[in-house]
């Protein structure tokens, strides 16, 4: 049974974080598709620039949500058969990573990860995924920076997971998750290197 669910944890994890929200309902809506517009990401930061924030911030909710229960959902069921339940919770996360980032839906090109990662977080240990959100609110309020921000937020998570008593293994799967978010964002590090990142804005005059 335990080895069923630790299958299923990876599968499910992989196809549920696969659907990607700004990709749907750009085309659904705007019939067009995200990942040919602005910067080509298909997340929540491209969408709001691209069509605004009408849309935006239903992409936000689900790309928390749909990581948030896959991962909390497993891991209960694997804390069910004695697995430890930050385990269970940051092994179905990396799937999710895996999931978002390249989903065979469509054509293995996806998303960067950062709400994925951030409610894998909140699940692993709420108190860590707070601090790193509010680290990440901070920055974003003194850079305008949204890549720099969530990214130097998700890399101190698996730090921050030390002082709470996370076991190595968890840490370890967190580190992977928040490498490998950083790692997709290295193009947006170009830019900025460049200085031709572009700031976060909250407001935004498209409807």
């Known amino acids: 049974m335990k080895i069923l669910l630790y299958i299923l944890a990876a599968v499910c994890g992989y196809v549920i974080a696969g659907m990607n929200p700004a990709i749907a309902l750009s085309k659904a809506i705007y019939k067009k598709d995200i990942r040919a517009c602005g910067s080509g990401n ?60 390249f989903p065979f839906q469509f054509k293995f090109k996806g998303g960067k990860g950062f709400l994925v990662c951030l409610s894998t977080m909140y699940v692993i240990d709420w108190r860590v995924g707070l601090i790193a959100t509010g680290i990440m609110v901070v920055l974003l309020l003194v850079t305008k920076y949204m890549s720099l921000s969530t990214t130097f937020a998700m890399l101190l998570c698996p730090i921050l997971l030390i002082p709470f008593g996370a076991s190595v293994p968890v840490i370890l799967m967190a580190t992977f998750c928040a490498v490998f978010m950083a790692v997709r964002h290295k193009e947006n590090f170009k830019r900025l290197i460049k200085g031709t990142e572009s700031k976060f804005i909250l407001k935004s005059k498209k409807q």
């Open 42 to 101: 298909p997340g929540f930061t491209n969408f709001k620039r691209t069509f605004g924030n009408k849309w935006a911030w239903w992409v936000l909710v689900l790309d928390l949500s749909k990581a948030a229960v896959v991962v909390g959902l497993f891991a209960w069921l694997l804390s069910r058969q004695g697995v430890d339940f930050q385990l269970g919770a940051a092994y179905t996360g990396m799937f999710c990573m895996l999931g978002h980032a």
